[in-house]
């Protein structure tokens, strides 16, 4: 049985689709077979950072109405065996409906080990769909106060939704920074109000960002990386400290 994780967040920009990625990466290079699904309608960027935007022909709203097989809506990434892509629709009007997403994950979720959603920011109709399919969620926050209140939204949300295994991911953590913003006095602090449990710290580094835009995912390597092969790990199960 596959895993669904759909990876969201309250405000826009906190790192959802990087965190898709690094992840997917990470869970490819311990054997696993994962599906990425990109459900920002209208707003898609996954197709860059996996380097197949030329690829795409069909996406999520194709393979739903029929313009083609489901299979032929599923791209393999070029530099990463094992990690394939099924792309948002462009326009954001083709925005699926939580039903026909939910079947449509539901229909292909069997061959992969993985299914990992990047949901547009908010809780709006977008959001409900992408967590439609999902048995757990990432939320995403930035270490800043008007991100965390995001999280919480995000987090009663997907409670009422019926998700039932909800981790944070604190992205962006520059020690400096946030001791220098003094929003909070300690990272326990920013759990606390998320009101959800830790699974991850990434720390900001432009390296990633530089990775993401360039469509280089997989192809470098480097301690910031590191911490998605612990998330990775921590998501099978494995006890891996979270280092910060
Ligand atoms: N750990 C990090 N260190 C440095 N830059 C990062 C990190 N994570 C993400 N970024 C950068 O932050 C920006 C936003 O990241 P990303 O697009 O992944 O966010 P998002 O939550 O998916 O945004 P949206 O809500 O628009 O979908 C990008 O420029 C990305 O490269
Ligand atoms: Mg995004």
Redesign the pocket.
């Known amino acids: 049985m596959s895993n669904v994780i759909v990876v969201a967040?309250g405000k826009?920009?906190?790192?959802?689709?990087?965190v898709c990625i690094c992840l997917s990466v990470a869970l490819i290079k311990q054997g696993k077979k994962v599906l990425l699904i990109d459900c920002?309608c209208g707003?898609r960027?996954l197709d860059i950072m996996l380097d197949v935007e030329q690829d795409i022909l069909f996406d999520a709203s194709d393979a739903v109405c029929g313009n083609c097989a489901y299979g032929e809506a599923v791209y393999k990434s070029p530099n990463n065996e094992n990690l394939y892509l099924m792309a948002a629709p462009f326009d954001a009007e083709n925005e699926l409906s939580p039903s026909v997403f939910k079947q449509l994950v539901d229909t292909v979720k069997d061959n992969f080990d993985y299914v990992i959603i990047?949901s547009?920011?908010g809780i709006g109709s977008g959001f409900v769909t992408a967590a439609s399919p999902a048995d757990s969620a990432l939320i995403?926050t930035n270490p800043e106060p008007t991100s965390v209140r995001g999280a919480v939204k995000v987090r009663r949300k997907l409670d009422s939704l019926g998700v039932r295994s909800i981790r944070l991911v604190i992205?962006?953590f520059d020690k400096r920074v946030f001791k220098k913003m003094g929003y909070y006095s300690d990272l326990d602090a920013v759990i606390d109000a998320a009101q959800t449990q830790l699974i991850a710290v990434?720390?900001?580094?432009?390296n990633?960002?530089v990775v993401?835009?360039q469509g280089a995912a997989g192809l470098k390597t480097g301690a910031?990386f590191a911490v998605f092969d612990r998330l990775a790990r921590r998501l099978e199960g494995r006890r891996i400290p979270i280092a910060l």
Request: aromatic content about 4%; charged content about 20%.
């Open positions: 967040s826009g920009g906190t790192g959802k689709s990087t920002d707003m960027g990047d547009p920011a995403v992205n962006r990434v720390p900001f580094d432009i990633i960002s993401m835009q910031s």
